[in-house]
T-cell receptor, first 112, second 115 residues
Framework: DAKTTQPTSMDCAEGRAANLPCNHS???????VYWYRQIHSQGPQYIIH???NNETNEMASLIITEDRKSSTLILPHATLRDTAVYYC?????????????FGKGTTLSVSS | DADVTQTPRNRITKTGKRIMLECSQT?????MYWYRQDPGLGLRLIYY???????NKGEISDGYSVSRQAQAKFSLSLESAIPNQTALYFC??????????????FGPGTRLTVL
């Protein structure tokens, strides 16, 4: 079973920030938080990951709470092309045999 | 050119037929994975391989088998296809020595329909 809880769907206006929450209250000390997205039945695409510090790359920012029990993915200026299913995944970076466990994710709809 | 390719992209077959889905990668990654996705659901892991000599069952391996012919190739077989194996199948690769340890790179998917 997925170790994360995400809202089923969210809406966002084009040009505004999209903030996607994720709860992972049972996360362990060795587990990272990963975010992927899947655009209309294409293969999932890696976005960002983090352990405990906030992270930023060219696609998004990841804010992880101090207790690490939740996180938020931020798309600073959402575009129509950001409409996708977003998956929050916790995974032990150092564990042999690690595979990603995908839940149902959050369907983000960006509209003009 | 795509780093992870899957063939065929679409396949319609009949119950009881043997089907092979193929995955090739040019990323030089040792780790490869097969997932399936059913409508409205997330991806579920079928099999994964850490190198040519290492094959591991995933969450839903029953009814499937795999072959790792080379570092770059990982095939998924349905020995006797059944209708509830109708799904979208994805192959993925990863490099454990990379900065993003669990960043997996996915192929475009194979849409399989079993009648």
């Amino acid at each position: 079973d997925a170790k994360t809880t995400q809202p089923t769907s969210m809406d966002c206006a084009e040009g505004r920030a999209a903030n996607l929450p994720c709860n992972h209250s049972t996360i362990s000390g060795n587990e990272y938080v990963y975010w992927y997205r899947q655009i209309h039945s294409q293969g999932p695409q890696y976005i960002i990951h983090g352990l405990k510090n906030n992270e930023t790359n060219e696609m998004a920012s990841l804010i992880i709470t101090e207790d690490r029990k939740s996180s938020t993915l931020i798309l600073p200026h959402a575009t129509l092309r950001d409409t996708a299913v977003y998956y929050c995944i916790v995974s032990d970076r150092n564990q042999a045999g690690t595979a990603l466990i995908f839940g149902k994710g959050t369907t983000l709809s960006v509209s003009s | 050119d795509a780093d992870v390719t899957q063939t065929p992209r679409n396949r319609i077959t009949k119950t009881g037929k043997r089907i092979m889905l193929e995955c090739s990668q040019t990323k030089g990654h040792d780790r490869m994975y097969w997932y399936r996705q059913d409508p409205g659901l997330g991806l579920r892991l079928i099999y994964y391989s850490f190198d040519v000599k290492d094959i591991n069952k995933g969450e839903i391996s029953d009814g499937y088998s795999v072959s790792r012919q080379a570092q770059a190739k990982f095939s998924l077989s349905l020995e006797s296809a059944i209708p509830n194996q109708t799904a979208l199948y994805f192959c993925a690769t990863s490099d454990p020595s990379g900065i993003s340890y669990n960043e997996q790179f996915f192929g475009p998917g194979t849409r399989l329909t079993v009648l």
